[in-house]
């Protein structure tokens, strides 16, 4: 699987977007980027996935470059309570989906 | 619809006991996988099983570590022998099928070997 590359941390003041960038500049065609969320010492939340297209859901956006070697998590209205430890991750279609958790993105929501 | 669940939450062993985790996955799902968490680390996978068949169990430990998935019943992730450095956070994840889906996990359980 794609190795990805995360900044260690960020801030985003409560109500602000926060735009998270995430690296993988060897993804193959058949690899999905997903994003998961660990907040405090919880179990991984999954937010978001996807292959070319940008995707939305109740959570985030997902927002892929053309050439698929990077891509933004946007949290549109953060909150404190999405303070949390942010994994881009990269996985491929076929065989086991094993998912390789990279050190993340520590963000931290400030009031 | 209930998510994975996991217990015990918290299990204390002391060194040389055994430790049995158990992972029920979320309804309909038949693919669990198994992840470690030691402290102040990422998670690390460890080992992939259907019903009744391990299908990756490359990041298991080769020795004291063992994991099955019964037909009826949860997936039970066993550790003899246990030691120190086996105190961590383990979290297991089920998915609907192989190929795209979502991998959901649970609360996790956290053993601490004294």
């Known amino acids: 699987d794609a190795k990805t590359t995360q900044p260690p941390s960020m801030d985003c003041a409560e109500g602000r977007a926060a735009n998270l960038p995430c690296n993988h500049s060897t993804i193959s065609g058949n690899e999905y980027v997903y994003w998961y969320r660990q907040i405090h010492s919880q179990g991984p939340q999954y937010i978001i996935h996807g292959l070319k297209n940008n995707e939305t859901n109740e959570m985030a956006s997902l927002i892929i470059t053309e050439d698929r070697k990077s891509s933004t998590l946007i949290l549109p209205h953060a909150t404190l309570r999405d303070t949390a430890v942010y994994y881009c991750?990269?996985?491929?279609?076929?065989?086991?989906?094993?998912?390789?958790f990279g050190q993340g993105t520590r963000l931290t929501i400030n009031p | 619809n209930a998510g994975v669940m996991q217990n015990p939450r918290h299990l204390v062993r002391r060194r040389g006991q055994e430790a049995r985790l158990r992972c029920s996955p979320m309804?309909?799902?038949?693919?669990v996988y198994w992840y470690r968490q030691l402290p102040e680390e990422g998670l690390k996978f460890m080992v992939y099983l259907q019903k009744e068949n391990i299908i990756d169990e490359s990041g298991m430990p080769k020795e004291r570590f063992s994991a099955e998935f019964p037909k009826e019943g949860p997936s039970i992730l066993r550790i003899q022998q246990v030691v120190r450095g086996d105190s961590a956070a383990y979290f297991c994840?089920?998915?609907?099928?192989?190929?795209?889906?979502?991998?959901?996990f649970g609360p996790g359980t956290r053993l601490t070997v004294l």
């Open positions: 309804k309909g799902h038949s693919h």
């Open positions: 994840a089920s998915s609907q099928m192989m190929s795209t889906d979502t991998q959901y």
């Open positions: 991750i990269v996985s491929s279609l076929q065989g086991a989906q094993k998912l390789v």
